[in-house]
């Protein structure tokens, strides 16, 4: 077990609706990255939080947002959902020192949400 | 842009036996690291071994090493004394030196036969 968690485990949504996913990180940790892996294929990054504020994106549309707490949980809300959203969403919670310093510690996964998007 | 890239697929290995698998990348970067996961049916991501670039000494973790090539831009792992445990889809990853985005390769499915 790695301490962080993710909720839901399993979602199923209909085209054109709204989701949110959750992500509690470590203790200790104040960075979470969000990830998503269509099936049979390596993990895409979607973007990074860093102490409340997004801290690098991947090539994502803009209809993939997310926040960061006080507390360093996270939620990856995704709009107008479409077919092709249908993944595991990880996400990754992580110490660094400072946003422009290298992150020189093991990121966390959690055990992901399944989304399924119908 | 960084580039991973696994060619083999699957691999399949018997018990207490050794299999290598192969990770080559692309970046323009000279600081960097470099990371093998893990990735069990349980779908969570486990670290297996980290290689720092400016290091020259491969990474070793138990029965797991690396033969890490920075010139030829190469990263393999070694599994030494295979067991059951073992079978997983194993992704080799990428990150900057700015150390906010991981990328991964399209992974490779290990089957450990008993």
């Known amino acids: 077990e790695t301490g962080v968690t993710q909720s839901p485990t399993h979602l199923i949504k209909t085209r054109g609706q709204q989701v949110t996913l959750r992500c509690s990180s470590q203790s200790g940790h104040n960075t979470v990255s969000w990830y998503q892996q269509a099936l049979g294929q390596g993990p895409q990054f979607i973007f990074q939080y860093y102490r409340e504020e997004e801290n690098g994106r991947g090539n994502f549309p803009p209809r993939f947002s997310g926040l960061q707490f006080p507390n360093y949980s996270s939620e990856l809300n995704v709009n107008a959902l479409e077919l092709d959203d249908s993944a595991l969403y990880l996400c990754a919670s992580s110490y660094r020192q400072g946003r422009f310093l290298p992150l020189n510690t093991e990121a966390f996964f959690g055990q992901g949400t399944r989304l399924t998007v119908v | ?114």
């Open chain 2, 1 to 114: 842009a960084q580039t991973v890239t696994q060619s083999q697929p699957e691999m399949s290995v018997q018990e207490a036996e050794t299999v290598t698998l192969s990770c080559t990348y692309d970046t323009s970067e000279n600081n960097y690291y470099l990371f093998w996961y893990k990735q069990p049916p349980s779908r969570q991501m486990i670290l297996v071994i980290r290689q720092e670039a400016y290091k020259q000494q491969n990474a070793t973790e138990n029965r797991f090493s690396v033969n890490f090539q920075k010139a030829a831009k190469s990263f393999s792992l070694k599994i030494s004394d295979s067991q059951l445990g073992d079978t997983a889809m194993y992704f080799c990853a990428f990150d900057g030196a700015a150390g906010n985005k991981l990328t991964f390769g399209g992974g490779t499915r290990v089957l450990v036969k008993p």
